[in-house]
């Protein structure tokens, strides 16, 4: 594979796309070795063509604030690739995005998605609107112009969004109402993240935190290590940081700082259920101040602003925030305050320096599209009920997302085991889903 001349076209006709050339970088760098045992894939172009989205929506989204003012914002859906099932993957509601974040997460969504076992393509979607400060009207607002651009491109057999960094369960709600009106049809499975009483599967809020808990015991498991009483750091306080917070502290880790764009928490004796409890309000509140938890839990949480969640001494650290959240340096603190393990939950949370520091090392390292993929495994489970017009209980939804991230866990240890015996995850979990990917694209034809 010529790794550096199809990274100089991509540059070419992506210019500048930092995070998206990141992306595919990282998963080049992995695949190569793979890649060149098979020279059918080189002959039908199978990188070439999977490292562009099969195409891009975009559109222009009018809507009025509170104060009757006229605003505009950008809307997008990357439709990345459907070797193996309709277009699957979140709408990231943040300032900060545009083509190059939304294409990164596509990408990565594609493998992601391979990975859960289940028929789901790739794809994800957004705005540069942002939530901070927003009032509930505001936000139903936005929800509603912003479909009456989408809902065409998406389906329940076709394109299937769902939820991802400022969009949870109410905008969820806000945009299907839309979708509904529009398009005249009712089939509540061309969303996923939905309300529990009209087609939402138990456990989906909960599930990219709680899978995240349950790969990070198959991984420690297999270091010969567990999660009891130990110290885990985590970044953020949104929806993914709060099912994480649960289900470590069931666990029996002790969560002892979570963070936000303000600075981090310190909680020394722990996070409690109240605690966590309070995340959900801190995230309805649009304030996005972690500082307000500190504020509710005198001395219990301790504020500092503008330091990192990494900056605390933990045995564990989840980033749970946002991309490139932990940096090389970040890493090197960590380290030199005695962390050992490393279960990136957020999407391309740690930087490259970062990872290669980890796994030059001796930190235990596991990348976000197999240790977060039970948050859209479970959309996939929300899909599959909707389709059969039931919905599961709690058990079995819980006892199918534990299968889900055991198997993630096995195909990252089968593609990824070294001659010496570790297990470089990053290498196992993007040729375990990339070859899925590639057989069903050389399967299907030049397309
Ligand atoms: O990054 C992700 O996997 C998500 N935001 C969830 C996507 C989904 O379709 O549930």
Not at 330 to 335: H, I, Q, S
Request: glycine letters at 12%.
């Amino acid at each position: 594979m010529k790794t550096a001349e199809i990274m100089a076209n991509l540059e070419a006709k992506h210019p500048g796309e930092k995070e998206y050339l990141q992306a595919v970088q990282e998963v080049l760098e992995s695949i190569e070795e793979v890649y060149n045992q098979h020279p059918e894939f080189e002959k039908a172009k199978i990188v070439e063509r999977m490292v562009e989205p099969d195409r891009i929506f975009t559109f222009r989204v009018t809507w009025v604030d509170d104060k009757g003012e006229v605003q505009t914002n950008l809307g997008y859906r990357i439709q990345f690739n459907s070797a193996i099932g309709p277009y699957k993957g979140g709408l990231r509601f943040h300032k900060a995005v545009v083509p190059s974040m939304l294409k990164f997460l596509g990408f990565e969504q594609t493998f992601k998605n391979a990975l859960t076992t289940l028929p789901m393509g790739g794809a994800k979607g957004g705005s540069d609107f942002d939530p901070v400060g927003k009032s509930n009207d505001e936000i139903m607002r936005f929800c509603q112009a912003f479909m009456t651009e989408l809902w065409n491109c998406i389906g329940p057999d076709q394109d299937i969004p769902a939820g991802d960094v400022g969009v949870g369960g109410r905008e969820i709600g806000f945009l299907y109402g839309m979708y509904k009106k529009l398009a005249r049809e009712y089939n509540t499975g061309v969303l996923t993240g939905k309300g529990a009483t009209w087609g939402g599967s138990i456990l989906r809020p909960e599930a990219t935190g709680f899978g995240a808990l349950y790969f990070t015991q198959h991984l420690l498991e297999k270091a010969g290590k567990d999660l009891v009483g130990k110290k885990v750091a985590l970044s953020g306080f949104g929806n993914v940081a709060w099912g994480a917070a649960t289900k470590a502290k069931e666990l029996g880790a002790k969560v002892v700082a979570i963070s936000g764009p303000d600075g981090v928490c310190e909680i020394p004796d722990g996070i409690t259920d109240e605690m966590i409890n309070y995340m959900l309000d801190m995230r309805a509140s649009n304030r996005n101040k972690v500082e307000d938890m500190a504020t509710k839990f005198p001395g219990k949480a301790l504020f500092t602003a503008g330091k990192k969640a990494w900056s605390v001494k933990c045995d564990i650290a989840l980033p749970c925030a946002f991309q490139n959240e932990l940096s090389e340096d970040d890493a090197k603190e960590l380290k030199a305050n005695g962390c050992w393990c490393c279960c990136e939950v957020s999407n391309m949370g740690c930087q490259p320096g970062a990872i290669h520091f980890f796994q030059n090392n001796g930190v235990l390292f596991a990348p976000g599209k197999a240790v977060n993929a039970g948050g859209v495994a479970t959309s996939g489970l929300e899909m599959t009920q909707n389709a059969e017009h039931i919905s599961w209980d709690a058990k079995e939804v819980d006892d199918k997302l534990h299968f889900i991230m055991k198997s993630i866990h096995e195909q990252c240890v089968k593609y990824g085991t070294q001659a010496d015996g570790h297990v470089d995850y990053v290498k196992g979990a993007n040729i375990a889903g990339f070859m899925k990917v590639a057989t069903a694209m050389l399967e299907q034809g030049i397309i």
